[in-house]
């Protein structure tokens, strides 16, 4: 990292990654907010039976997840696995509590 | 406190020392003793439930102080003892372990531990306000809801705080193990007890924070008036019961798989042998870990889930069996054809040994559903965790204990002291418990706080209460044995044992940067490779250089304190206005606390190079 | 990385947030608590999900909410992320006016949640006498919702007390992980909030 600690400046190579950087977090920001809206009309709209809205809000809300995660987070980036392996530990005992909390507390 | 250094001091130096400090040696040794307290008070209350079961119908104490005093038994042994000696003995050793010269966040350090003790004094605080918590320490609704007093919100806040403080311990070892490693120091090349230390945390990280929004939720059904649990608002009773849950059995693992990682250590180190079958040993804990999360309905079979349910849960629960055994053998393995020393430490751990099995076998019994309906809330259950945590938890601190106390305390604990300990306590244990399976069978109850004549319960229950006294004896004997080793104990060379691993390349006590050069490391056991290659030390990786350290600091102190009279506020709120003034003040001083942390910058300070130098003379 | 070197903002290498081991040490721990952070929020979805439907009697899900609201908080917290994001874009090109600007739009749009927020509340509570202890429902919903506004809250203070502490004297190497694990944060209140508005709200109106 040595060579790029000498100006106030970033050097330009930096900069230009930054940039493109940048615009894959605007796409996936318009990505987000069409997800969004198409989830809000679904349920606005009324037309479809709750059994099939209801899977179609899970998926809308875990692929916007995982864009926060991978794209403004930098999940996706080097140097992230063991945030990576913590993560997935999480959900993984996520999933567990929702299950049994969801599944197991009224019979 | 038997370094050489603090006895020049005066004793208020040394008291304003421990207040600020955050560097993780002392820090163990405040565990320890904060741990140790309420180990032996938890050891009082074990002695007086054991008392009052001595005969049938006794009077000892009330019922209701029984009630009391079994719940905090079980609540101060896991949350204030168990939990606090292990992170004494992962604070002592594995940054050492690791060649690293503090943890990754040295004021965290600091803050967990204080958070631990004002938790535990604010429960504890219980029994001279109005009496202490009594609806058991897994405090199920809707027992716990309808408590009268203030015992059971005594018991929510303690909790709260102190698993607060675990939580922040266990991801500061995380990120320490994951980022501090000494130059070769790879995973697979890390000592069995830092494996353990940094599943043990993992478990911590994903387990506490059900406790937390369970506690938060009977908390707020307590104090506030909420529905949670209220059956006739459309609460629900068995949503605690997952949520405790969800955390006590990851729980149970937290409490045993750094103690295996202590037994790896010692059987290697005194059979003279690699541990045999490292990886497989590495991938059980891991297993262990994984399966843990998701038997925790097991404790819930009486429930009424219902047959798949249950049935899943309990083909969990007997999986775990299989990475536990592969345990068992890789130690039996690694002392077959060794050149084995027995001494107090191994003592201990061939004590485990057995102990545990059986502790493991009564455990696949209860995981079996139909067989649990008859073991469920009986004295088997009661007998089946205490082999685990006692024979496992117990025992494993004791040789941890004697196995490190040279590198804690720069002084080697009394030997024949420490035997008498291990077989008073190893007698004592089995004559309380071996018997209580057998009171379990023959129908006696857990938490039942007397029994009739006539029922063939008496002469077990003698049996049993004459071995609790055994046991409080061989605690005794430990104690005096700290104090004595303390006091005129043989110094210890920095290397007593001949060990394998790094924290035994440095003096013993070590300096308080721990490693004046890091160490390179060059395979597992790094130590142990470079003595067979004939050096004897390790080969350090940098030049020697500017160590940087981190400051002191009171503000740990300050949070926790905060907290901790913020809680008394939260408690009594509920009967008197002015409490509001404790709430809001005890959150000011914590918010502020922070706020000042956030706002001062602490850059820490450098021991210059020439000082190290002038230290090699 | 000296001590010298961590205080000067002439230098700042492309990853400042992880170039000190302070920087990596507080970058791997607060991932490490967001991960806890999940089993938290998770623990307080499935206790929603166990009493969404235990009203009471009183008001239902799909009686109480409204898309309208929800789907502008929606809005503001998701652009906010956004924001936040450009923020860590100029904290990586090292300019720190920039950088306070959008962290200044951030707590803006922040606060504008925090506003909805107190104003759906306490609609709920006075046109429908929804409250915390009225039914296991509105015990469970008030938790959850509340949690996470609370964890908005927070951020919020945290964030103007950086953005006040550094004001002066810009980004360097000891305050650039501080940024960072902010907008990990901030990130993270995001996540959950999608989940909220999913599970409670859009799944509460579907029924």
């Not at chain 1, 794209?71 to 696995?81: A, N, T």
């Not at chain 2, 690293?100 to 535990?120: E, I, K, Q, Y």
């Not at chain 2, 949670?228 to 949503?239: E, R, S, T």
């Not at chain 3, 950088?99 to 749009?109: E, Y």
Request: glycine fraction near 10%.
């Amino acid at each position: 990292m040595a060579d790029n600690t000498n100006s106030k400046d970033v050097n330009p190579f930096q900069k230009q990654k930054n940039k493109e950087e940048m615009q894959k977090q605007l796409i996936t920001f318009a990505l987000m907010i069409v997800f969004t809206i198409i989830a809000f009309v679904v349920v606005a709209a009324g037309v479809m039976d709750s059994m099939f809205v209801i899977p179609i809000l899970l998926i809308l809300a875990v692929v916007q997840v995982g864009f926060q995660f991978y794209y403004f987070m930098h999940l996706k980036d080097k140097g992230h696995d063991m945030p990576a392996v913590m993560i997935y530990g999480g959900i993984w005992a996520a999933l567990l509590t929702l299950a049994g909390l969801g599944v197991i507390t009224w019979w | 406190m038997s370094t050489a250094a603090s006895q020049k001091r005066g004793f208020g130096t040394v008291l304003w020392d421990y207040l600020t400090t955050v560097d993780h040696k002392k820090i163990a040794h405040l565990y320890l003793f904060g741990g140790g307290f309420f180990f032996l008070l938890g050891g009082l209350e074990a002695l007086a439930i054991r008392i009052q079961l001595l005969q049938p119908e006794n009077d000892f104490v009330s019922a209701g102080f029984y009630n009391e005093i079994l719940t905090m038994h079980g609540t101060t042994m896991i949350f204030l003892a168990a939990m606090p000696l292990i992170f004494a003995i992962m604070n002592a050793v594995v940054p050492l372990q690791i060649g690293a010269r503090d943890v990754a966040f040295p004021f965290l350090n600091s803050l967990g531990f204080w958070l631990f003790l004002f938790g535990g004094l604010l429960l504890n605080c219980s029994w001279f306000l109005g009496g202490a918590p009594d609806a058991g320490w897994t405090g199920y609704v809707p027992l716990s809801i309808t408590s009268p007093g203030h015992g059971v919100d005594f018991y929510v806040m303690g909790l709260q705080i102190a698993g607060a403080g675990t939580l922040i311990g266990g991801i500061n070892f995380l990120a320490t193990i994951v980022t501090m490693r000494a130059p070769g120091m790879t995973y697979m090349r890390m000592p069995l007890f830092s494996w353990t230390t940094f599943i043990t945390s993992i478990l911590i990280l994903f387990a506490f924070p059900a406790l937390t929004v369970g506690l938060f939720l009977l908390m707020f059904d307590r104090m506030f008036g909420s529905a949670f649990f209220d059956v006739g608002l459309g609460g629900n009773a068995i949503i605690w019961q997952h949520l405790f849950w969800i955390f006590g059995h990851p729980e149970v693992y937290i409490l045993i798989l750094p103690l295996f990682g202590v037994f790896s250590e010692v059987i290697s180190t005194f059979s003279k042998k690699r541990l045999f079958g490292y990886t497989a040993m590495v991938f059980a804990t891991i297993l262990i870990a994984f399966l843990g999360f998701m038997v925790w309905a097991h404790h819930m079979f009486a429930v009424g889930l219902g047959p798949v349910a249950n049935s899943i849960f309990s083909l969990a629960t007997m999986a775990i069996a299989v990475p536990t055994g592969i345990k068992i053998f890789n130690w039996l393995a690694t002392m077959w054809g060794g050149r084995i020393t027995i001494n107090s430490a191994m003592l201990w751990t061939l004590g485990f040994i057995p102990t545990f099995t059986i502790g493991g076998m009564t455990g696949v019994m209860v995981a079996s559903v139909v067989a649990d309906y008859q073991y469920h809330d009986s004295y088997f259950v009661v007998a089946h965790f205490h082999y685990v945590i006692v024979g496992g938890t117990v025992f494993g601190i004791f040789a941890a204990l004697h196995y490190w106390w040279p590198k804690m305390f720069g002084r080697v604990l009394n030997e024949a002291m420490g035997k008498l300990t291990f077989w008073t306590f190893f007698i004592g244990f089995h004559l309380t418990f071996f018997i209580q399976h057998f009171l379990g069978l023959m129908g006696m109850p857990r938490r039942y706080w007397t029994y009739l004549e006539g029922q063939q319960l008496d002469l077990g229950n003698q049996i049993s209460t004459v071995g609790a006294f055994f046991m409080a004896f061989g605690v005794i004997v430990f104690v005096i044995n700290a104090i004595y080793t303390a006091v005129k104990g043989e110094k210890a060379a920095d290397d007593p044992w001949d060990g394998r691993t790094l924290e035994w390349s440095i003096a013993s006590p070590p300096a308080h940067y721990n490693f004046k050069q890091m160490p390179l490391v060059r395979g597992l056991d790094a130590l142990w490779i470079e003595k067979m290659e004939g050096k004897g030390r390790l080969t350090p990786a940098e030049p020697l250089g500017d160590i940087h350290m981190p400051n002191s600091s009171f503000l740990p102190f300050m949070m926790s304190l905060g907290l901790f009279i913020a809680g008394l506020g939260f408690i009594y709120q509920v009967n008197y206005n002015w409490a509001y003034i404790l709430l809001f003040g005890g959150m000011a001083i914590m918010l502020g606390s922070m706020l000042a942390r956030s706002l001062k910058d602490d850059h820490g300070y450098h021991i210059p190079k020439d000082e190290l130098e002038r230290e090699v003379d | 990385m000296s001590h010298d070197h961590s205080l000067n903002p002439e230098t700042m290498p492309s990853e400042p947030e992880k170039a000190t081991q302070e920087g990596k040490n507080k970058f791997i721990g607060f991932w490490f608590f967001l991960g806890g952070e999940t089993v938290l929020f998770a623990a307080l979805f499935g206790t929603y999900i166990a009493l969404r439907n235990s009203t009471a009697d009183g008001p239902t899900a799909n009686e109480l909410f409204g898309l309208e609201l929800v789907f502008i908080m929606t809005i503001l917290l998701l652009t906010s992320s956004l924001t936040s994001v450009y923020a860590m874009y100029h904290l990586k090109n090292n300019d720190f006016k920039k950088m306070q600007l959008w962290l200044g739009i951030t707590a803006i749009l922040g606060f504008s949640f925090l506003a909805c927020e107190i104003y759906e509340f306490t609609h709920y509570i006075t046109e429908f006498g929804f409250t915390f202890r009225s039914s296991a429902f509105g015990s469970a919903f008030y938790a959850l919702v509340g949690f996470h506004g609370g964890h908005v809250t927070f951020g919020m203070a945290w964030l103007i007390a950086l953005m006040l502490r550094n004001a002066k004297r810009g980004l360097n190497l000891y305050n650039a992980p501080k940024f960072y694990v902010f907008s990990l944060y901030w990130h993270f209140i995001d996540v959950v909030w999608v989940f909220i508005f999913t599970v409670v709200y859009l799944m509460g109106k579907v029924g």
